[in-house]
């Protein structure tokens, strides 16, 4: 058996995951991970389980999902037997927007929309190849990764405003959120 001795470090605010699982928050610690620690609890000095180790999250090292995070999660597996995510089935990737629609559009770049998957949410809504998204909601949208971290179990069955440039355009639809297959 090992263990770690470590101090706290950061305790920062809620975030996602680059798939769009959301953390109540992120704590981070000095302690040492050892190889194949991911899933090992963190425990305060009196004891209590302050979340679970990982080193799956993040590029950055090991990252500890809250208390709070884990049961949500082991919630929605009880539920559902997954974890629900959203979906738009489209593909896309980072593109300059032209500069005169840098300033209505409040940034620099959008998502090419590269793909769009019939019968899907996207095309439901009539997102087409070559439009390019700059907003979920009020969200930028500039890299796939963007998107794809607010379309998380939340989402699923909700409408959202979809901002996006079209034939030198700013154009909004609405697109309902479907849930990833």
Do not use: C, N
């Amino acid at each position: 058996m090992r263990a770690s001795l470590g101090i706290v470090g950061l305790v920062g605010e809620p975030w996602r995951t680059a798939l769009g699982g959301r953390v109540a928050f992120e704590l981070r610690t000095d302690a040492r991970a050892f190889p194949g620690f991911s899933g090992g609890p963190l425990l305060s000095a009196a004891g209590e389980v302050l979340g679970v180790s990982t080193a799956a999250l993040t590029r950055e090292g090991s990252v500890t999902l809250p208390t709070e995070t884990v049961r949500r999660v082991v919630e929605a597996l009880r539920t559902h037997g997954r974890m629900r995510r959203g979906y738009l089935g489209l593909g896309g990737q980072p593109v300059e927007l032209p500069k005169a629609l840098q300033e209505p559009a409040g940034q620099r770049a959008g998502l090419l929309v590269t793909s769009a998957e019939p019968g899907a949410p996207a095309e439901a809504a009539g997102v087409t190849v070559g439009d390019i998204i700059v907003r979920f909601g009020s969200e930028r949208v500039r890299h796939p990764r963007e998107l794809a971290a607010l379309l998380g179990e939340e989402t699923v069955g909700q409408t959202a405003a979809l901002t996006l440039v079209r034939a030198g355009a700013l154009a909004e639809l609405s697109v309902t959120v479907g849930e990833r297959p």
